[in-house]
């Protein structure tokens, strides 16, 4: 069986009714770090968004061994109905073709919103495999669904 990589990127601030909430562990981030536990391979994280200052700006570290992973599980958080500008750069640098990719998002509404067919856009010769959508609430109470 090939390596899988699950990548995401997390905003780390939650919708809820009309309110912005800092989270201290993104929602994302706690969505793959359950889906990494439970399959397995490696973790990576596309981008840091606590950047306001220059000195504190993460960047992100290459994948110089992308052509070894068979499967890519990329998360995020739906953000206007779609994905971050992150996610879109990360699956425009690498090549996913031949790859199964299995998004998942966490989201306070709007289900997958249009990212699944803007991977399919971004990434026309991958295998892409229906994705999870995580009400990010629903991670805290019912943490299991992403396991099952
Ligand atoms: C600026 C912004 C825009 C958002 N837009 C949407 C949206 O269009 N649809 C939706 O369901 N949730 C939306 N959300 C809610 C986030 O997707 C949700 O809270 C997510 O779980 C946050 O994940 P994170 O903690 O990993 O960043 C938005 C949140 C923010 C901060």
């Known amino acids: 069986m090939g390596r899988t990589l699950t990548a995401f990127f997390s905003m780390t601030r939650n919708l809820s009714y009309g309110k912005v909430k800092k989270l201290v562990i993104g929602h994302t981030e706690q ?3 359950l889906i990494c ?3 397995g391979g490696d ?3 596309i981008n840091k968004t606590e ?3 220059p000195e504190n700006i993460e960047y992100p570290k290459e994948i110089t061994d992308m052509d070894t992973y068979d499967t890519v599980y990329p998360g995020y ?3 206007c109905h779609n994905m971050p500008a992150p996610v ?5 640098k690498y090549s996913f073709a031949g790859k199964t990719i299995i998004p998942f998002c966490t989201h306070s509404g709007s289900g997958m919103g249009r990212s699944a ?3 399919k856009l971004i990434c026309p010769d991958a295998r892409l495999s229906r994705g999870l959508a ?3 609430a629903q991670l805290l109470s019912d943490p299991g669904r992403i396991r099952r």
């Open 31 to 33: 969505a793959a770090d």
């Open 37 to 39: 536990d439970t399959i």
């Open 43 to 45: 973790l990576y994280r």
């Open 51 to 53: 950047a306001l200052l």
């Open 77 to 79: 958080p739906i953000c």
């Open 88 to 92: 879109k750069e990360f699956l425009k």
């Open 117 to 119: 067919d803007e991977i």
């Open 134 to 136: 995580v009400a990010g």
